[in-house]
Each structure stands twice: as structure tokens, then as C-alpha cells.
């Protein structure tokens, strides 16, 4: 695959003799989302330098911009970033910064669900967004429901919810990391399935088909979690299920159902390979008309860790769900930062060890009213290692 030369970083190679103004001012690359994930705040420097004057500081759990441009200097890699308004230069140690997704939320985490906060205390914002008032800060221990949303703004997905002791209400940001859901949204006995966005894209009328279900799966199979959806663009409900068939070879399924002539009819099967394991299912508008796209990520059983990424959705002219995009990416991960799809992968030079890439390959892609079309393919520095031997 063609690597494309990062052409406007090549600029300042030398960049030590680079402004950062001057350098932020020319930034045209596909964005990343990196966060700080461990360790003392990060500085931001105007310049690559240790001796430059710091911007601010960065600490845990926040999140930030890289468009790719780096150098090294004083024997150190450098990331050029950008969080909020600022941009500058950072050079983290290793197991400090990683990938971070805009719209990864807790599992199970969903309109009415109920959630405790356990790893930190939090703040309740008056709205989403960090920059808006902090209304209260929540102790670990307080318990939520959630009330609407989700809301993705500033690199983060966010929930409008209600203290359950108190009646406060507000806006918490979802880390992954910092609440647990102990009271998912559940119909008819059924899991929903999280981050399917069901107020933008639910629908009612799917109640009758929960009385066929037993009779639509295989024999011995369980629902994971189902959906009613606007997979059609909002004409009827088409309803996903993810089922799982646990025993000697398991494997996961997914299918949807639209109601045809009074009868839910599959008009999408698939099947996971056996002993994989279903990921993620979640619902976005990637494509700005009215079909949104169903994404099946799977993890592959064994060391290699694959993923594999499937996005399907509705075609109009055949009635059916069908695949639009298949993928697989060892040691895989996915991003998706407003409607461009990253995927990555380990990267590893002749010496490395399974365990420890020091590279990432970054596959971005975007739809461009026929496909997912794949916008560049390039290796960098897995930010996570940022310190290593790769050069």
C-alpha cells in the first residue's frame, strides 16, 4: 500500500527552528485522538524543547488532537498536538499517552440505565462540554440514572443524568474507565444493546417480534442484546439481534428483521468464527444521508488479537442489510472521530517481540457516497511507546 509523506512535516524536519504558531497554522492531516492515560500531567511546550516555555499542563484523562507531525529532538520524540485551542509540542514517557475513541462508552451504558461512579470522583457539568460550569463534584459511590444523550463533544461522549440521592441533575463525561453500570436498560427481559443512540435512531413497533424470536434463532442460541432501529432510514423498524451459541465451538451471530407482510422476516444473517468474540455493535451516522451504519467488531481468538470490522447497512434497492466494509487488523484497534473511521494495528520492527511494537499502521477511511474508501495508509510511533527504539 502507498505510504504517504507527511509533506507539510517534512517542512519543519528541523523542528527546533520551527514556531509553533507557524506550524499549527499549516496543519492539514487526519486527525487522531490520543489521551493521557497514567502518570504526572504531561507538559505542552511551544516548542520540542525542554527549555521552551510550557503552554500548560495535560493531566490524566484528557484528551487531545495529533494530526501525525513529530521530530525528534534532544534525543527525545516529539508529538505535535492540539487540545482545545492550543496547540504545541509534547514528549510524554512510555505507557503515558494511547489511542482514545470519541464514542467508546461504558459497557451496557444507556438512556435509563442506572450507574455507580467508582474509580474517581467526577464532575457534573451544567452541559456537555469541559468549558461549561461544574455544577457539582460526584464522591465515588454516587449512583446515576441516566437520563438523555448521547452527546459526543469535545472527544468525549457524554450523559445527561440524575443524582439518585440527591435529584441533581447534569452532564458527566464517559471515560471507560470511571463509572459501572449496575442496572442496564432492559425490554421485555431482553438487553439493549449499548451506544445504538436510540434517540436518534430507535423506533417503535418491533414489540411483536418477541414472541417469534425463539423461532427466528438457532437451535440452543441466546440473545445478547437487541435494537429496534431506523436501519431503513425510518420507514419501519428493522430489529438487530446479536445471539451468542455457547458449547464446544462458540461463536456469536447477528441478524436483523424487518416485519414483512405481518412477518419478521431475516433479510441479514451472519455468523462470528468459532471461539470469537463480538466486541462491539454499535449504530452511527457515518455517512450523512439517512441510513445509518451498523459496525460488528469481533475479536479473533488467539495471541494475534485480530479484529475484524464489518459496517453494514440498509440498501434501498434490495430491501436488505448488507456488508459494505470488511476488514482485519492485528493487535487491532478502532477510532471513529466524527464520521472518519481509523483503524490500527501493531507495527513492529525486525527486533521487536509480539508483546511490544513500538509502531502503529493507521488505516483511515471515509465514505465517499459509494464506499468506505480508504484515504491513506501509513506507520507512525505507537504513542504509547513513544520513548522507544523506533526512529
Known amino acids: 500500500m502507498v505510504r504517504l509523506a507527511k509533506v507539510l512535516g517534512m517542512l519543519c524536519v528541523v523542528a527546533a527552528l520551527c514556531l509553533a504558531p507557524r506550524l499549527a497554522a499549516a496543519q492539514v492531516g487526519i486527525e487522531m485522538v490520543l489521551q493521557v492515560y497514567n502518570g504526572a500531567p504531561i507538559a505542552l511546550y511551544e516548542r520540542p524543547s525542554l527549555a521552551s516555555p510550557v503552554l500548560r499542563t495535560i493531566g490524566v484523562g484528557n484528551r487531545f488532537v495529533w494530526r501525525a507531525d513529530r521530530t525528534i529532538a534532544e534525543g527525545r520524540q516529539w508529538f505535535f498536538i492540539q487540545i482545545g485551542s492550543i496547540s504545541g509540542w509534547i514528549s510524554p514517557d512510555d505507557n503515558v499517552v494511547d489511542f482514545a475513541d470519541p464514542t467508546q ?92 443512540d436510540l434517540k436518534t435512531f430507535g423506533m417503535t413497533g418491533w414489540d411483536s417480534i418477541v414472541s417469534s424470536l425463539p423461532r427466528l434463532l438457532d437451535p440452543g442460541e441466546q440473545v445478547i442484546c437487541l435494537a429496534s432501529t431506523k436501519l431503513d432510514g425510518g420507514t419501519s423498524p428493522i430489529v438487530v439481534v446479536l445471539a451468542r451459541l455457547e458449547g464446544v465451538q462458540p461463536r456469536d451471530s447477528l441478524r436483523t428483521f424487518a416485519l414483512r407482510g405481518g412477518v419478521w422476516t431475516p433479510i441479514f444473517t451472519q455468523y462470528s468464527d468459532f471461539f470469537a468474540r463480538t466486541e462491539r455493535l454499535s449504530l452511527h451516522d457515518l455517512t450523512g444521508d439517512p441510513y445509518p451504519s451498523l459496525l460488528w467488531n ?77 484515504l491513506l495508509n501509513e506507520v507512525l510511533p505507537l504513542p504509547y511507546a513513544i520513548q522507544s527504539s523506533r526512529r
Open 105 to 196: 462508552i461504558t459497557p451496557t451504558m444507556d438512556r435509563s440505565a442506572t450507574a455507580v461512579i467508582t474509580a474517581n470522583p467526577m464532575s457534573l457539568y451544567a452541559a456537555p462540554g469541559r468549558g461549561n460550569t461544574i455544577l457539582a463534584t460526584l464522591p465515588i459511590g454516587t449512583q446515576v440514572r441516566v437520563l438523555d444523550a448521547p452527546v459526543v463533544t469535545d472527544l468525549y461522549t457524554w450523559w445527561k443524568v440524575r443524582v439518585l440521592s440527591s435529584g441533581a441533575e447534569g452532564w458527566l463525561v464517559d471515560t471507560v474507565r470511571e463509572m459501572q453500570v449496575t442496572a442496564p436498560l432492559r425490554v421485555y427481559g431482553y438487553q439493549v444493546c449499548e451506544n445504538f
Open 298 to 374: 469481533v475479536r479473533l481468538d488467539g495471541t494475534g488479537g485480530i479484529l475484524r470490522a464489518n459496517i453494514l447497512r440498509f440498501n434501498p434497492a434490495t430491501g436488505l442489510v448488507q456488508a459494505v466494509f470488511t476488514g482485519e487488523f492485528y493487535k487491532g484497534f478502532m477510532q471513529i472521530n466524527s464520521r472518519l473511521l481509523t483503524f490500527l494495528q501493531a507495527h513492529y520492527l525486525p527486533d521487536e517481540p509480539n508483546c511490544c511494537p513500538s509502531g502503529v499502521e493507521r488505516f483511515a477511511y471515509q465514505w465517499n457516497g459509494t464506499t468506505f474508501a480508504l
